[in-house]
């Protein structure tokens, strides 16, 4: 089993950047794909960007070129480098670990982006 903690979310203005960490306790981080999803108010959660546990990474079109995440299995963490924020990137964003038919979610933090 694996709990996930989210971090680095808050405000910030229009073209300003962000880090997320999410923070993994538990065994076998490096054998998970992790992700990040976001949810806006009133509208469904979507995925941000997924590496593997190969590296390879993909990413929502509406954020490539601007955000890149990353993992550090020695830490047991994943990030999300956001940059050029905009005010459509504001959500809930959401930490999430996939094996197989096993999936974990963390609490999420929230990104606020406005001027």
């Known amino acids: 089993q694996l709990q996930l903690v989210e971090s680095g979310g808050g405000l910030v203005q229009p073209g300003g950047s962000l880090r997320l960490s999410c923070a993994a306790s538990g065994s076998s981080f490096s054998t998970y794909t992790m992700a990040w999803y976001r949810q806006a108010p009133g509208k469904q959660r979507e995925l941000v960007a997924r590496?593997?546990?190969?590296?390879?990474?993909n990413y929502a079109d509406s954020v490539k070129g601007r955000f890149t995440i990353s993992r550090d299995n020695a830490e047991k963490t994943v990030y999300l480098q956001m940059n050029s924020l905009k005010p459509d990137d504001t959500a809930d964003y959401y930490c999430?670990?996939?094996?197989?038919?096993?999936?974990?979610w963390g609490q999420g933090t929230q990104v606020t982006v406005s001027s």
């Open positions: 590496i593997t546990t190969g590296g390879s990474t």
């Open positions: 999430k670990a996939s094996f197989t038919i096993r999936h974990y």
